[in-house]
């Protein structure tokens, strides 16, 4: 995820993974299960630092109604992905010639998925 250092991808994959909204601790137990080695695990004040920055650059929200507070992603993975795609394709100097390009390296797979969505957003 551009933009984000890996203790903030690592934050925003669990959230994404989550049924629900998560606390501070409860993310911590996420990281460190996910993490290496236990001695690699942050700490709590750590996971809340990293909380308090995804809140400020617009990735979480939290629920300030209930102790501890609760943690969420307000865009999907999916949508976050989508907005990352718009903002390399505003960057470029020629968008067709990016959209072209992706286009052309796309598995067979992909343009199958590409022209299915294309033919479904013609027909609305």
Known sequence: MAGLGELERS???QLWAADAALTANELRDRLTLVGDHSDRAPATTTVLTVLARLERKG???RARDVRPHRYHALLSREEHTAELMHEVLDRAS???AALARFVGTASPGETATLRRLLDELARR
Do not use: A
Request: net charge negative; aromatic share 12%.
């Open 11 to 13: 934050v925003m994959e």
């Open 59 to 61: 990735f979480v929200t």
């Open 94 to 96: 020629d968008r067709d």
